[in-house]
């Protein structure tokens, strides 16, 4: 069993490469077991786990595929550091998203067998 960790640092919206990341990690986790695709927010990638995202019709929705992911049993975890420099806190966040941490990133990093930043 393959083990593959996401670390997102970009902004959920101006870019895809929030979305590109999190539709590959569908796609991974589509093909293997869930419980071994694991996402780290970094960054201004935190502002996904915000809840009640408000996107124009027709456009991807981050706080939507975040919320199908977690569903399927993958971790996800936003850096706290981060989300407290942007004054984000813990009940802010998308159910099934936790508050992570340097260590946390850290074990996973070593846990993971291919790690993806974006």
Known sequence: MNETLFILNDP???SEKIYNAL???LAIAKKQDSEMVRIFLF????ISAKMSHKVAQGYYNL???LKGLAARGVKI??????MDARGMTDGEIIDGITR???EQLSDWTIWADKVLVF
């Open 12 to 14: 959920p919206y101006g």
């Open 23 to 25: 539709r590959l990690a």
């Open 43 to 46: 960054g201004d990638a935190v």
């Open 63 to 65: 706080e939507s595929m």
């Open 77 to 82: 975890s936003a850096c706290g550091t981060c």
């Open 100 to 102: 992570g941490s340097m």
